[in-house]
Nanobody, 125 residues
Framework: QVQLVESGGGLVQAGGSLKISCVAS????????MGWFRQAPGKEREFVVG????????YYADSAKGRFTISRDNAKNTVYLQMNSLKPEDTAVYYC??????????????????WGKGTLVTVSS
């Protein structure tokens, strides 16, 4: 079992930056695909970004390309999401995901094995 705990969410102005974290426990995540999803109010959860465990490839939703960056520190069992040039439409609960299948085509990331409980990011205009 892997437990995921997100942190770092908060209120930020449009155009600003925020870095959120996901700390894993229970198992080392070095062999897990890892990623981030988000769910805005009244909308379905959507894929944001995912990285293969090997580090060989990373896949981004169009909405995240050029603005968001995923990184991981396997020694700290932590995954990060750096978000720049934030927009009000980025307002959502951001969820960390571990395991599952990750690829270059929609739905990009499926059969996620573990989910965190999320951290709220609010971008004001």
């Amino acid at each position: 079992q892997v437990q995921l705990v997100e942190s770092g969410g908060g209120l930020v102005q449009a155009g600003g930056s925020l870095k959120i974290s996901c700390v894993a426990s229970g198992r080392n995540i070095s062999r897990y695909n890892m990623g981030w999803f988000r769910q805005a109010p009244g909308k379905e959860r959507e894929f944001v970004v995912g990285g293969l465990w090997s580090g060989f490839n990373t896949y981004y939703a169009d909405s995240a390309k050029g603005r968001f960056t995923i990184s991981r520190d396997n020694a700290k069992n932590t995954v990060y999401l750096q978000m720049n040039s934030l927009k009000p439409e980025d307002t959502a609960v951001y969820y960390c995901a571990a395991g599952g299948l990750l690829g270059p085509n929609p739905p990009y990331y499926s059969h996620v094995n573990y989910w965190g409980k999320g951290t709220l990011v609010t971008v004001s205009s």
